[in-house]
């Protein structure tokens, strides 16, 4: 890639004003991850409110994937994941007490740092901490929170999740504006460089508080009730059965938060306009994983492995290098994302990722994508889903019971079934299969803090009456 930098430079060096050594520069990358983000509530994906200008305004200029799947429905699995182009089990990031990052594991930050990229991660929510070991690699890595050097030393994040009143503390604030800060700040000082930049926005994830003109945007105005975006999780009268318009009021600050999210995203990519560097750089927005609004009867996530925990936005800019307004329809994941990044940065010549790159796919080529695996291992969840562009399938590891959904012809995943024996259902048993045979292999490649699990029985049997005997690709 012969970036609009290194054209101007040549062109100067043409006239014998500086000097052009025939080294390409390489691609910027701005990594956003907009936590606790469903792609159904992003306008750029379709949503009828228009939570998010940006965004629309960043697929038209680049690539969006329809159908992008985490790796797990919360924050620090999803994350190690991103950061690691490993699938969960195979990272080891997956219990609720949260496991650190095992330090031998090869960053996507190392990565761009070994490849002579200057590195930085600025962040907001308390699992995207040091201590989990999502900071390897960056030479800079900041938590954005004025206060959390107080509330959070690194032994108190690693009891973190065990103690509600510092899980309350951290998920009231806001914090967009200084992540920003942090961001726009450490980009003036490394324009003229190339660099990996992540930047963690964590204001959309619960409690929704947005500042009032984003409270208000999607809001009922005539609304008079007790719902004030706060405790989400802990208040008792947010529940399955609460009254329809405190459920619509509590949507619509998710959907302001959304929206100033958004926002932030918008004062990074005039940064980015602002210092001359929005041709060179990659951008890329996508998130953790989404939450729960009753949709199956419970709020939160790390609960269940359905769309609206599972489903979030992938969208990647790159000037020159991808088309402009491209929509991938097939399902994609997120150990994906590192590869892609590597190969438009020229450094896909990497071994020990697991994911593979979509920018064949992303530039229209023919491209196979593989079927998403998502690992729910946390608290007393043992699930294991595969999605592929038909249909999920989710395996309960605790109980060996075996469902399915036919996305198409039930996309809310209201009907679940278990026959196996043929059609869609042996289709996605046998993904189930082959994903969870990669999934063997790549524990094995990778003997961090491995999960190789056995396949139910029930399964197996119904595989080998399909047909299936296992072991290919
Ligand atoms: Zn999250």
Known sequence: MRTSLHRSLCALALFGLVACAGEERRPSVLLVSIDMLRADHVSAYGYERRTTPTLEALAADGVRFERHISSAPWTLPAHAALFTSLPDSVHGCVEGSGNALAPGVTTLAERFRDAGYRTAGFYAGPYLHEAFGLGQGFEEYAYCVPEAADLFTAEQVAAWAGDPAAHRRSHHGVTNPDVFKASSAWLEQHADEPFFLFVHLWDAHFDFVP?????????????????????FFFDPRIRADMDARDLNQLLALYDGEIMWCDAHVKLLLERL?????????????TSDHGTEFFDHGQKGHRRTLYDEALRVPLIV?????????????????????????????????????EGQSLVAAAQGQPARLR????????????????????????????????????LQADPDERSPRTDLEEGLGAELAQALAQEVQRLREAAERHPIQAVAPELPPGLEQALHASGYGGGGD
């Open 317 to 353: 800019r790159a000037p020159g290098l991808l088309p402009a307004g491209q929509a991938v329809q097939g399902v994609t994941r997120t150990v994906d994302v590192g590869p892609t990044l590597l190969e438009l940065c020229g450094l896909d010549r990497v071994a020990g990722l």
């Open 273 to 285: 306009d602002a210092l001359g560097i929005a041709e060179d750089t990659v951008v890329v927005v």
């Open 371 to 406: 079927p998403a695996l998502s690992e729910l291992l946390a608290d007393q969840n043992q699930l294991l889903s595969v999605t592929t562009d038909r249909g999920r399938i989710v395996w309960n590891r605790a109980t060996d019971a075996v469902a399915w959904f036919d």
């Open 211 to 231: 500042p009032p003109s984003f409270a208000k945007r999607f809001a009922d105005s005539a609304y008079d009730g007790w719902v004030d975006g706060r405790e």
